[in-house]
């Protein structure tokens, strides 16, 4: 792992997890810039770099603690006697961190091994033994939480703190002891409340612990009277069907947020007061939101459940039934190992065991219950299958292998043997009576890092597939334009798996759905896992699609859901993978799910049934989004639609004057319906700004049963309304049985704009042509990547002439001199082609100046690796260019010269090289580019750009 890696698991992962303390993070930093010097040594010893940086921060985080907050103390020598004990004892730790995390309390996890003294501090111990030493380093804690329940502790503890009382709780002195576990049916709001009431009442709370819950729990108050104001305004303007909802929810946001006083007070009794307040508004708030979503037609409603162990199927169905989800997404295998009785593939030990037929058994249950059961495939990774199957598959080369020749646990997607083995795989399923098949893992692999496949065999059928003779095998494909064209290879051998399996799975059952479980940043991780999903989507060979939308985050939420509804536009439903494990609390996933459904999302996944407040999560749901049971929207005709004209741009709707005639065509085929007992279809088109409220009927029609099965035409027009609409099909089908189904087929958005509105983005998409008197020289700045709007801004500043470069093709950068090109946020802009007419543009005489990643750095391709390359990364503070010394607090790439030269260093290290291809010349600055505009290294760009134009 480089420490670009590095930081970016810093900054998701321990970020929203509140036991990492100031003191923590520093260290953890220093740890990031130590991982650099193992990166520096390339990476030789492959995963077990990973596993060296991981085993870095553990120690950062766990042998230097800084307490004055909670602590959670885990023990970790009962953990090390055996994989039960570990499993258990982590399981308890995980529960009172997540109660924590629901009340806003920061806490640090401390192994009980490297345990200091806490004077003063507050413990919760979830499930340790007692002994003298623990006992001794507790002496000055201000307040411990013992659950002494787990295993036969209750008489140990009884015994090491002198305690005869037989009650469930026991208070002694500053101990508060839990004898029992906390009741079944209690939810985890009640036991976090009850958790921060042996925590902080009667407590003596250190200055510094009382700091941190004054900004803590101050911001959430303010947020809490903003989402009050928000949502009183939105619910009060919203259409509903069911109006007593809306007078509902307003009830409940009717009252204002308590005011509340922060001011710093040692006594926990007063802080505990504040927290129930807190919690009572916030319940209140987010309940009121929970009632406003009313339950929609057509949606998807899944859950993803995976197994360890036998299962309780009619409880797993029940649990689902009563919720109102309607599909269970089960994973059946894994790369090489399954939970059914397979022809080729081993079972689960605890299968093979009991000679189960887990699959076999899911299928009936889910028919009982009316729940559709998809067969969910890990597909590729091979870590999880046994020993004896993956010394074979080593031995046959058909583990990928990195730049150094490193086998990883996952099967090369090159290699014919295992297209045909995930083949097989997949649709061995369709041996049983499964309403869907679902992909998962469809790409290649990213641990130990994503630098996959280079082996002999993807040499081999690469110059197979392309006629290209590679004499310099890997470092061909690594630099230079032909790496681009490689990973279009790879990303075929994904795809045409894809497409193999569902041409087969329409062979066997038309009515079978095939999904796939995608990658949330596609537009990046297109080029590092070699998944194209879009492309998928847009070929038409998913029914439907799940990106796993895993956030604990909503803005980063909202921002991924938005772009990725708008990928898909109507084409093929699409289901929001949301992450419920990584969720605060059960309301924060409400959010999520209105937040998929604001976007138009056709439903959502929850990930996974496996959590332990599930029932907390679904009763949330219950009160609004769930209340009443619906079909799914995948089980419905295959709508096509096809709209003239227009303007289509990625994150926008297509874009028309409002009040434009619009030519449409409408494709309509049986989809995943019984086509053989279809009668006949009615079918109303219609124009719709709030989900289920039609604005505009644009047609309504009968069809007949065998034109549906022939694939029905319609055509005509339509009027385009002003603002933003969408297309939608409602409507039912009738059987030959006498049956009726409703269905629902979301379409396209569209956006009316007015003539003005529409003339001036029709100009913005024009190629750039610059006045005649222009000064020289003019610089094309790349419109859709990181920092563009900045760089324009400051090279305006500095007296150049500038222009937007707005689509990567040679017409829109053909007035430029310098085309400055900063990281790409759609890394599928850059294809092979372009990538080929833009070095021949330099090698004529164009100037080009790459920026950070765009110098050829983890999905970026080298572009120019005649030029320099991309040896590590590190922390900067000063830049040394044009005998000007810049500050900058940053990260940068170090560069390693080929045929270029040196032109720019920090720390001693080289930063910026300049070299000539033919008649052109190329710069590289390494030097990170700020992913925000209020970054504070923006500063020292304005320096550094305007030197950099002048190299």
Known sequence: ???????????????????????????????????????SMKERSGGKLAKVWVALVATALLAFPSYAQVVVVRDDKWAAVSPETRSIVNWH????????????????????????????????????????????????????????????????????????????????????????????????????????????????????????????????????????????????????????????ALNLLLPQVSPLSFSL???????????????????????????????REGEIRGIWLHTYAPTDWETVMQTLKSANLNCLFFRAGRGGNVVYRSRFLPRDPWAEKGDLDELQNAVEAAKRYGIELHAWRVNFHFGTAPDWLKEQMAKEDRLVRDTKGQQAMWLNPGDPRNQEHEFQAMTEMLNYEVAGVQFDYIRYPEVPHYDFDYGEVSRREFEKATGINLTNFPQQVLFGPIKIRYDDWQRDNVTNLVRRVYRAVKDKNPEIAVSAAVWQRHRYYYALIKQDWVRWVREGILDFVCPMDYSADNDAFFERVREQVMEVNGQIPIAIGIGAYLHTDEWQFVEQVKIARDFGADGFVIFAYNIAPLKDFLAALNLGATSQPTYPAHRSPQIKFNLSNGIRLKDSPIVYRAGERVRFTISVSPGLLPANSLKELHLTIQWERQEGFAEKVVAELTIDGDKVRQGEIVKGELTVPSGT??????????????????FVRRGPFVKGASKPEFQNLVRLLLPYRPPSNVRRPIIGVVAESWGSEQFVKILKEAGFSVFSVQFLEPAYWKAADILLVPPLKDIRELTYKRALVLRDWVEKGGRIVLLSEACGYRAHANLFPEVATVTGERAIKVVTVKNAKIAFDARALFLQTQEGKAVGTADGNIVIVKGSVGKGSVIQCGIRVPTTDNAPEWSSWWKLLPLLIEL
Do not use: C
Request: net charge positive.
């Open 265 to 295: 007070t040692p006594d926990g009794t007063v802080w505990l007061n504040r927290l129930q307040q807190l919690l009572r508004d916030h319940e209140r708030i987010h309940k009121a939101l929970a009632v406003s979503l009313e339950p």
């Open 93 to 248: 730790v995980e529960n009172v961190e997540r109660l924590l995390r629901r009340l806003r309390i920061p806490y640090q996890r401390v192994n009980s091994s490297v345990l200091t003294s806490g004077t003063g501090d507050l413990f919760v111990l979830p499930a340790n033994r007692p002994n003298e030493g623990l006992l001794s380093k507790l002496k000055g804690a201000s307040r411990v939480v013992v659950f002494a329940f787990f295993g036969n502790q209750s008489s140990e503890w009884k015994q090491a703190l002198n305690i005869n009382s037989s009650n469930g709780i026991v208070r002694q002195n500053n101990w508060v002891i839990a004898f029992q576990p906390f009741q079944p049916d209690l939810s985890d709001g009640e036991k976090a409340k009850l958790l921060a009431t042996w925590l902080l009442d009667g407590t003596n709370l250190p200055a510094s612990l009382q700091k941190s819950l004054q900004s803590r729990w101050r911001e959430w108050h303010q947020i809490l009277r903003q989402k009050r104001q928000r949502w009183l305004e939105e619910i009060g303007t919203r259409p509903y069907r069911d109006p007593s909802r809306r007078e509902e």
């Open 1 to 39: 792992m480089n420490s670009a890696l590095a930081s970016f698991a810093i900054n998701r992962w321990l970020k929203p997890v509140a036991w990492v303390t100031e003191h923590q993070q520093n260290l953890v930093k220093i740890v990031a810039n130590l991982s650099w010097h193992l990166t």
């Open 725 to 742: 609409v969408r297309l939608v099909a409602r409507g039912h089908v009738n059987f030959n049985d006498g049956t009726i189904k409703p």
